[in-house]
T-cell receptor
Framework: DTAVSQTPKYLVTQMGNDKSIKCEQNLGHDTMYWYKQDSKKFLKIMFSYNNKELIINETVPNRFSPKSPDKAHLNLHINSLELGDSAVYFC?????????????FGSGTQLSVL | EDQVTQSPEALRLQEGESSSLNCSYTVSGLRGLFWYRQDPGKGPEFLFTLYSAGEEKEKERLKATLTKKESFLHITAPKPEDSATYLCAVRGTSYDKVIFGPGTSLSVIP
């Protein structure tokens, strides 16, 4: 069983389109995250949710909107995609926000905006 | 500003040739330093957490150490399957997020 699963694995789309990435964790964790990994391999946090509540919201364009229907799911919707949005997006989870050091990552979604 | 740097950017070793990866950090109060391994096309996989200077953790051929300004990941007699990118990350006392370094890409040649 995959602990943190995200779909799709690859996403190729045109500029201006709207797309979503889904994430689910079956670890019973309270906290979930979205990270962006750029071409230089830097992993930067975008959002964090704890029990469906937004707790971290980095300086991310408003075009990015996370949604957590329950604590096992955290989806990422991106409006009006731009070339600079091309990157690998990772979903992650941890037991809770107080002990968020041990992160469990999904396998990533490689987004290519043409 | 809190930050993490890693060196070298890339490292190529012969199988059995031991070496160390460096992680230097600047943080206002360290709450934890973490090492992750990332294989191509996969998400990072947790390896170690270190909390205070002088602490050491070991797992198979890997040993992580921590000082007040840096951490080392020592790789003893590496094998080709140790080839991966190794990421260092820190969490400070003033914020809830984990900050990652750029990673060291390790290649172990048979």
């Amino acid at each position: 069983d995959t602990a943190v699963s995200q779909t799709p694995k690859y996403l190729v789309t045109q500029m201006g389109n709207d797309k979503s990435i889904k994430c689910e964790q079956n670890l019973g964790h309270d906290t979930m995250y979205w990270y962006k990994q750029d071409s230089k391999k830097f992993l930067k946090i975008m959002f964090s949710y704890n029990n469906k509540e937004l707790i971290i919201n980095e300086t991310v364009p408003n075009r990015f909107s996370p949604k957590s229907p329950d604590k096992a799911h955290l989806n990422l919707h991106i409006n009006s995609l731009e070339l600079g949005d091309s990157a690998v997006y990772f979903c992650a989870s941890s037991q809770n926000s107080a002990t968020n050091e041990k992160l469990f990552f999904g396998s990533g979604t490689q987004l290519s905006v043409l | 500003e809190d930050q993490v740097t890693q060196s070298p950017e890339a490292l190529r070793l012969q199988e059995g040739e031991s070496s160390s990866l460096n992680c230097s950090y600047t943080v206002s109060g360290l709450r934890g330093l973490f090492w992750y391994r990332q294989d191509p096309g996969k998400g990072p996989e947790f390896l170690f957490t270190l909390y205070s200077a002088g602490e050491e953790k070991e797992k198979e051929r890997l040993k992580a150490t921590l000082t007040k300004k840096e951490s080392f990941l020592h790789i003893t007699a590496p094998k080709p399957e140790d080839s991966a990118t190794y990421l260092c990350a820190v969490r400070g006392t003033s914020y809830d997020k984990v900050i990652f370094g750029p990673g060291t890409s390790l290649s172990v040649i048979p």
